[in-house]
């Protein structure tokens, strides 16, 4: 079974966007078949957890790009939304490379996170970006 499966309710209908989600859930879903490994590769988990870092602070910069260009009203409070999860996700990584290991608990916290984010707070900009004409 797919730990994150791409599901209708992810689906936002831009696609740029949708494919950035995408692959957020396809780098979870690494992260979580590395970790289920009967003898997990500490280099591996490395690997993909900072892309996954990587690729969610590049994705929410190009949200946030739109979001300025466009003059979104919720811009401050999805800002905030965004970095709070950029230093969770780095910290994280910061304690992996310290040593730590990477618990399911944590991995339970990425999914939920991106998944709230995806169907609530993304999804909250639709009828702008719609009046806009970008959706
Ligand atoms: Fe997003
Ligand atoms: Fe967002």
């Not at 905030?80 to 950029?86: C, I, L, N, P």
């Not at 910061?94 to 339970?108: H, K, N, P, V």
């Not at 939920?112 to 993304?122: A, N, R, S």
């Amino acid at each position: 079974m797919t730990f994150m499966p791409w599901t209708r309710e992810l689906e936002l209908g831009v696609a740029e966007i949708d494919r950035q989600h995408q692959w957020l859930v396809q780098l979870t879903n690494q992260l979580h078949d590395e970790l289920s490994r009967p003898e997990p590769r500490r280099e591996a988990i490395g690997d993909v957890l900072e892309g996954l870092v990587d690729y969610t602070h590049n994705h929410f910069i190009v949200e946030e790009v739109l979001f300025q260009q466009h003059d979104y009203p919720e811009t401050p409070a999805h800002k905030a939304e965004h970095d709070g999860f950029t230093s969770k996700a780095m910290e994280l990584l910061m304690r992996f490379e310290m040593g730590e290991e990477i618990t399911f608990e944590a991995l339970d916290f990425l999914k939920e996170w991106l998944v709230l984010h995806i169907c609530k707070v993304d999804r909250a900009y639709l009828p702008f970006f719609q009046a806009k004409g970008l959706a």
